[in-house]
């Protein structure tokens, strides 16, 4: 298996690697961008979610959410960042 490509790149000041496998799928890919409990900057966001955006911002992480458990998730007829793109998480 070949190694995953990595470039770098600048995001909102800061040098990053990043990776343009996974950043090309981060919002239409994401569990969390096709879920209706994902709702962030909200105080009913799902907990789960907000953890992972305090986590992201903490440590300047961009990340794509690929599991979850199926008693958690609930699909949304539209992708979050379709309807709104609010922020760039
Ligand atoms: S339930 Fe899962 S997919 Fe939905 S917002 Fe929470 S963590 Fe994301």
Redesign the pocket.
């Known amino acids: 298996m070949a190694a995953l490509e990595v470039v770098t790149q600048m995001h909102y000041g800061t040098e990053k690697a990043v990776s343009p496998a996974a950043e090309a799928i981060r919002h239409s890919g994401s ?2 961008y096709n ?1 209706v ?2 709702k962030p900057g909200k105080t009913d966001n ?1 907990p ?2 907000e953890d ?1 955006f305090m986590a992201a911002k903490k440590w300047n992480l961009a990340m794509v ?1 690929a599991q ?2 199926i008693s ?3 699909a949304a007829e539209q992708n979050f960042h379709e309807q709104t793109n609010p922020f760039d998480l």
Request: glycine letters at 0%.
């Open positions: 569990l969390c879920c409990k994902f799902c789960a979610a992972l959410v979850c458990p958690m998730f609930e």
